[in-house]
């Protein structure tokens, strides 16, 4: 499978909520990151318990790929993100955009960097 189809699978495992499925593209040790800065999800576990948690928060999130490109070890998406209600009553969060950056090494994403 080449990068850019295993960050859209990785996309279609995040639509479906599949945590365990999102987690298996990935090196054990990748992280989710802003660009250039904090780590927001460490490693396969973080990443697993992080996503699961803003599942639970909000169950009717999805992201769209808007636009693609691959790049040698990196894939491109720019994002359109929503999060529809909050299950703890919290505010609504404007839908938003983001430009996601995936990183490979070998066959596995190693780094996705999220520039917001």
């Keep these: 499978m080449s990068n850019l189809a295993t960050a859209e699978a990785m996309i279609a495992a995040y ?8 987690v298996s593209y990935m090196t054990d040790d990748a992280c989710e990151a802003n660009y250039r800065g904090d780590v927001v999800r460490e490693g396969k576990e973080g990443t697993r318990s992080g996503l699961a948690a ?3 928060k909000w169950p009717q999130n999805r992201a ?7 790049i040698g070890n990196y894939v491109l998406f720019r994002e359109h993100v929503t999060r529809g209600p909050a299950s703890d009553g919290s505010p609504l969060v404007e839908p938003f ?6 990183t490979f090494e070998g066959d596995k994403c190693a780094r996705v960097e999220f520039i917001r």
């Design 64 to 70: 769209e790929i808007v636009e693609r490109q691959a």
């Design 97 to 102: 955009d983001v430009i996601a950056v995936y």
């Design 15 to 22: 639509n479906a909520q599949d945590v365990d499925l999102y």
């Design 54 to 56: 803003a599942f639970a």
